[in-house]
């Protein structure tokens, strides 16, 4: 089994993220309209920051009184709380890291060895990537 990470990464230009410094509102729209609910997040050089998920807004929502959608136009996600930010995994890392990530996240963020975010391995393709060598092993 001749497998590396490449056979499981969506590149980052096919992947949707966000910048660090968005407004709350800007990352609602996008969350809608992609229907995503955990999104990564990059600053301005590109680099891997964290992830937000919409558990992260709502609850800052529910905990701002008296929240109001001028407050969303205005205010950073960088300031809200990350209740269960995803780990990346970055290219130097051994591949079973990767699998142990996928197990307690949807996809894991990727980055080179200079943290740059350069995209998302989906526990979807790792899943079926061990289907497709269980089925060949069983045949």
Do not use: W
């Not at 509102?25 to 998920?53: A, C, M, Y």
């Not at 740059?116 to 060598?133: A, C, D, F, P, Q």
Request: charged share 25%; net charge positive.
């Amino acid at each position: 089994m001749n497998v590396n990470l490449f056979t499981f990464l969506t590149p980052k230009s096919q992947t949707f993220y966000l910048n660090h410094k968005s407004t709350i509102r800007q990352v609602l729209e996008k969350l809608d309209s992609h229907k995503f609910s955990v999104v990564p997040l990059v600053d301005e050089e590109g680099k891997f920051v964290s992830t937000i998920s919409e558990g992260d807004i709502l609850r800052y929502i529910k905990n701002v009184k008296n929240f109001n959608i001028s407050m969303a136009e205005s205010e950073c996600i960088a300031n809200i709380e990350k209740y269960r930010p995803y780990a990346p995994f970055a290219i130097n890392m051994e591949l079973k890291e990767l699998f142990r990530l996928s197990l307690e996240q949807n996809f894991v963020p990727v980055v080179d060895d200079r943290g740059i975010y350069i995209g998302i391995v989906k526990r979807k393709s790792i899943i079926n990537y061990l289907y497709g060598e269980k089925k060949v092993i069983n045949e």
